[in-house]
């Protein structure tokens, strides 16, 4: 039999068999005879067509319905308890050498802090801060030393400190990016303050109740900073050292392991964030009882992260290490005609912002800038009074509000309209060129341009109105809102949808699968706020510096006065938070943009068609050339 009558006979029992792939559920029965029909048409493929196009397609459709038949097989261990058990054990032992490192310098920090006290009383008021400091004596004074930690209620105070010790080393891991010595000198800050915050209560003759309530829950809060900068470090020791790989290359690898040591840390925080809310106030229970706790948790560390590691590497896990092979290293092309999980969609997203940089950073200054002369420029009162940035951690974020409603400035939220249209537009044109790349590319006008622009305007109005709401629900609305929105953009630049065309089109796609969706917007949402909040952290002492820097040049070369010089501080601060604006609000866009590509299959499976369509017209595979007839 030819291969074209081959095909023929069964081509619409395989098209039956796809759709029978794409439902939700399944019949094990059903599964069954599929698997063995389209496994004995794959092997009498494999016997008279064994160099053709349909044999790798049955070939692929055997594997993706045995894929369904054992895809609820539970393996002998579970990829989360992998986790735990063997591959962080192994990335711990992998960079002992940082922990000790990190370990030695937070050691000889607090001994720094701890001498500077003894030698320099105010040193411990410039650490801690006149406030703390009489608060503290204060405590003191009434017979409560510990005070502190019954200030708030148990529930609140588990989810703040939780969530500060969280961003703390998330931030010390960060700048870890900067070759390692932003997480040297995290580790470093951190390790004084310590220091200084001991000796004051060992100079208050407090040593043995301070060390009962403060290592309750430091050992698992201290112990994690520690691992967070050494995370840092390996990420940074990768940037530094490349070895025999590219410097980029390096540092992915280096990046990934340190994030893999992050993870590991989250449970500490949560425990040490519990113990400190619900456990650290009773200061009146047994010191035998928490003493015995507090060497626990140290215990517990010591074993898992330190004795743990070295007793699997005996055991010969470290072996898997030999197996895992480097992937090539080469430019990674987005694939927009396949289905993808929501980690791949998030990987894509950064890979094809990457890619692009360029027009979205030249985006985001000219948006800032014309955002600036529009916002200082009609403002109703002076450039100093317009907007307020607030100096505590999510400061930059919690200022954000005011860029888009501000009794001072009537035209701010059409200006924020605008900035943001203008970025999503270049997003998502970005995004539809390379998504037909290898097509013929038909000319478009600038009427059609111009028009496209006012439909992406009009769905940034929409999302303007979410944060137009400025309250504590507002990041929760963004997250779900933003997916649905930028999808229905994204429908209208691809498709050449009008709006409530378009509408209806995000409305398709994104049906049966708004949960993944929101999870990647809210992923992306995060990796903004966490942005912002490295800016807030203290980090920015170093573009403040520069600004200052630059306020002195302009002052020595043009004579500016104080308020002059308020006014160019004023501006730069807006242009600066802004442009950052603009480059996250690119990426959720971008995020919204890859989503459409992978809804598009999903629901309409058109790349898969096309592959059926054009088994019989394909001229060669590997080579050979198709049998003619």
Not at 136 to 163: H, R
Not at 363 to 368: L, N, W
Not at 392 to 407: C, D, H, K, R, V
Request: hydrophobic share 50%.
């Amino acid at each position: 039999m030819r291969e074209t009558t081959f095909i023929q006979q069964n081509e619409k029992k395989w098209k039956e068999f796809e759709q029978v792939l794409k439902g939700e559920r399944h019949a094990p029965e059903k599964l069954n005879d599929l698997f063995i029909q389209v496994t004995d048409d794959l092997s009498y493929a494999r016997t008279f067509y064994p160099n053709r196009s349909v044999r790798v397609y049955l070939n692929g459709l055997a594997q993706r319905i045995f894929f369904k038949i054992y895809k609820g097989k539970k393996s002998k261990r579970s990829r989360i308890a992998a986790f735990w058990v063997d591959e962080l054990p192994l990335l711990l032992y992998q960079a002992r050498y940082d922990l000790l490192f990190a370990f030695l310098l937070f050691v000889g920090a607090m001994a720094i802090g701890m001498l500077s006290c003894a030698a320099e009383p105010e040193f411990l008021r410039t650490i801690l801060g006149d406030a703390y400091v009489e608060m503290t004596k204060e405590n003191i004074a009434s017979g409560d030393p510990m005070a502190v930690y019954k200030s708030s209620g148990e529930f609140n105070m588990f989810l703040g400190i939780t969530l500060n010790n969280l961003l703390v080393a998330l931030i010390t891991f960060l700048l870890g990016v900067f070759y390692g010595i932003g997480s040297i000198g995290s580790l470093l800050a951190n390790g004084i303050m310590l220091g200084a915050f001991q000796y004051f209560f060992i100079d208050e003759g407090l040593f043995a109740e301070s060390f009962l309530a403060v290592w309750l829950h430091g050992a698992f809060e201290i112990s994690s900073i520690v691992i967070a900068g050494a995370a840092g470090i390996t990420m940074g020791r990768g940037l530094v050292f490349p070895k025999t790989l590219t410097r980029m290359r390096s540092f992915q690898l280096a990046a990934r392991r340190g994030l893999s040591l992050m993870v590991g840390t989250v449970p500490l925080f949560v425990l040490a964030g519990f113990i400190e809310s619900f456990m650290t106030r009773y200061t009146d229970a047994p010191d035998a009882l928490r003493a015995f706790f507090i060497f626990l948790c140290f215990g517990f560390v010591l074993f898992y992260f330190v004795l743990y590691p070295r007793m699997r590497v005996k055991k010969g896990v470290a072996d898997l290490l030999k197996k895992q092979k480097l992937t090539p290293d080469h430019p990674q092309e987005i694939n927009f005609e396949s289905t993808k999980t929501t980690g791949e969609i998030f990987t894509d997203t950064f890979l094809f912002f990457r890619k692009n940089m360029s027009p979205y950073i030249w985006t985001a200054v000219a948006g800032a800038a014309v955002f600036c002369a529009g916002a200082f420029g009609l403002a109703k009162v002076k450039a100093t009074e317009l907007f307020y940035f607030q100096e505590y951690m999510f400061g930059t974020i919690s200022s954000l509000p005011q860029f888009f409603y501000n009794e001072n400035n009537d035209w701010l939220f059409p200006l924020a309209t605008l900035v943001l249209g203008a970025m999503a537009f270049v997003a998502h044109s970005l995004i539809d060129r390379e998504s037909k790349m290898g097509e013929e590319q038909t000319s478009i006008s600038i009427s059609k341009n111009i028009l496209t622009f006012l439909k992406i305007i009009a769905v940034v109005a929409l999302f303007n109105l979410i944060i137009y709401t400025g309250a504590w629900y507002t990041i929760l609305l963004i997250a779900f809102g933003l997916p649905f929105l930028f999808l229905w953009g994204q429908a209208m630049v691809s498709e050449g949808k009008g709006i409530f065309t378009g509408l209806g089109r995000a409305a398709t796609l994104s049906k049966g699968i708004y949960g993944p969706m929101s999870g990647l917007a809210f992923t992306l949402l995060l990796c903004g706020i966490l942005f912002f909040s490295i800016l807030d952290s203290g980090f920015l002492l170093f573009g403040n510096n520069v600004l200052y820097m630059l306020l002195d040049y302009l002052s020595m070369n043009f004579l500016l006065d104080s308020e002059q010089s308020a006014v160019f501080f004023s501006i730069a601060v807006t242009f600066i938070a802004m442009f950052i604006l603009l480059l996250v609000f690119g990426l959720l866009v971008t995020g919204s943009g890859m989503q459409y590509f992978s809804n598009l299959e999903v629901n309409e499976a058109r790349s898969l068609r096309e592959k059926i369509k054009n088994i019989k017209t394909r001229q060669s595979i590997r080579g050979l050339e198709r049998e003619a007839g």
